[in-house]
């Protein structure tokens, strides 16, 4: 028998279908509460909201736990590659061999960007921060492939937006740091695969022989996979809303590259770098710091810290600790600021203010240290996130699109005035 909740408003009930998940997480179901009863919920923030169902990503906060389509991150880390992973999350299944051949494939020869898009750059201002050139960018192509304007297009005309997309997210992106160092644009390298192809971009130059570091290209692999996709997080969730009213794919993966550009969500890496700067500068004492992230009149956060689902560990970061400790090993990174990442971590573990709020090193922690020493620069870690989050973006859209989601629209409890007449100017006090 399906299971109901009872909800007793002014003395009347109301039952609520309970909807179960295939890993046992519980809702209700709201859908008809308002028509019902005149009550909506209020959830400020969707802390407890469940948005939509999905087949894509399972995230178990308690327990550490993250898989896409039912594979953990941990093996897919070990055995995939980020091509391998994107398809999954996609398509729903691992490809089969030729399945393979074709994404990967028609991912190397989209790689080139219209040649007019390039005069873009001379526009945007030298210091233009990446992330806002490469939002604009990706809603710039929708006005080179109009046909994406189609809110109902064929098949295969999706599957080529999206094949569109990754190739050449990496263009865009490397164009972007090459346009704030002022050097020549590097044409991609189809040889070459996905992440070398991306550190060929940004590192090479006309000038000189640049060979790819295959241990970078492996690392950078690894951290896109990582970020591959999240669930219903601030960005994923702006994606499905977006969509939800039928703008075109570009524009709406666009809104979800701004959603993550804020600091509380993928910025989040670049001001881990930024805050371990300032207390280098400050005298590195990371204890004063820590203090300052507990007092509550002071608006400082420890950057990389905490999680809206995670309360035991970020899985993510986990995984990217014990591979950065062997990064930073084989590169020979001598990093000042890593010492004093590490003693933050330290402290912050051993402190009952972060083990009572379940505040732990979160994606962003490790990943922005490892960016930096990659030779990454700072404002480009979240570009780098955005690349690896492109995929579960597309996936969520997908799904969103071919389960006819309606289009999102929340209410509100209204604590505004009541209505009031209209004071001319010369009678205002
Ligand atoms: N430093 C100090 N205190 C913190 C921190 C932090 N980093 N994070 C949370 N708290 C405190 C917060 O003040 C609150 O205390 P109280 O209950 O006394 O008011 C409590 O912990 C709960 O925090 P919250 O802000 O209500 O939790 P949330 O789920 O709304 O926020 C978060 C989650 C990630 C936005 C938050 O932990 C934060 O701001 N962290 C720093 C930014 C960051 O690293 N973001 C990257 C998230 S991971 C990448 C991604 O998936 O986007």
């Not at 969500?265 to 992230?293: P, Y």
């Not at 810290?305 to 995984?319: E, W």
Request: net charge negative.
């Amino acid at each position: 028998m399906d299971k109901k909740a009872e909800l007793k408003i002014d003395g009347e009930t109301y039952y609520l279908p309970v909807v179960e998940g295939t890993e046992q997480e519980r809702g209700l179901d709201i859908s008809k509460l308002r028509a019902e009863s005149g009550c909506i919920t209020l959830d400020i923030g969707y802390k407890n909201t469940g948005s939509t169902k999905s087949d894509i990503t399972f995230i178990n906060g308690e327990e550490g736990i993250l898989r896409y389509r039912g594979y953990s991150i941990e093996e897919l880390c070990e055995k995939s590659n980020f091509i391998e992973v994107a398809y999954l999350l996609i398509y729903g299944e691992l490809p089969t061999k030729e399945q393979y051949d074709e994404f990967e494939n028609d991912i190397r020869r989209h790689t080139i960007i219209h040649e007019d898009l390039k005069h873009y750059y001379d526009a945007y201002p030298q210091r233009a921060h990446p992330m806002g050139v490469l939002a604009s960018m990706v809603s710039s192509l929708s006005l080179y492939y109009p046909e994406s304007l189609d809110p109902n297009p064929p098949e295969d005309q999706i599957d080529r937006h999206i094949r569109r997309l990754i190739a050449k997210i990496t263009t865009i992106a490397a164009q972007s740091y090459k346009n704030s160092m002022g050097h020549p644009m590097m044409y991609p390298d189809n040889k070459l695969n996905y992440a070398e192809n991306f550190l060929h971009m940004m590192f090479a130059l006309p000038t000189e022989n640049y060979e790819v570091n295959p241990t970078l290209a492996r690392a950078l692999d690894m951290l896109l996979i990582l970020h591959a996709d999240h669930e219903q997080n601030c960005s994923a969730s702006t994606v499905r809303m977006v969509g939800s009213s039928q703008a075109n794919i570009y524009a709406t993966i666009s809104a979800g590259i701004s959603a993550l550009w804020g600091p509380l969500h993928g910025g989040a890496n670049q001001a881990v770098i930024e805050m371990l700067e300032k207390i280098k500068e400050d005298g590195g004492d990371s204890k004063k710091w820590i203090e300052k992230a507990k007092d509550k009149d002071d608006p400082f956060r420890l950057m990389g810290f905490g999680h809206r689902v995670y309360k035991n560990f970020d899985p993510r970061a986990k995984i990217i600790k014990s591979e950065c400790d062997k990064v930073l090993a084989e590169l020979n990174v001598n990093e000042p600021i890593l010492e004093i990442a590490k003693e933050l971590e330290e402290h912050a573990l051993s402190d009952d203010y972060f083990a009572e709020k379940k505040l732990y090193p979160n994606v962003d922690f490790y990943s922005g240290i490892m960016y930096k020493a990659m030779g990454i620069p700072t404002e480009m870690f979240t570009v780098l996130f955005a690349i690896g989050r492109l995929p579960g973006w597309i996936a969520q859209w997908k799904e969103m699109r071919e389960g006819k989601e309606p289009i999102n629209r929340p209410r509100q409890i209204y604590t505004g005035y009541n209505e009031r007449s209209y004071n001319p100017i010369d009678k205002r006090s």
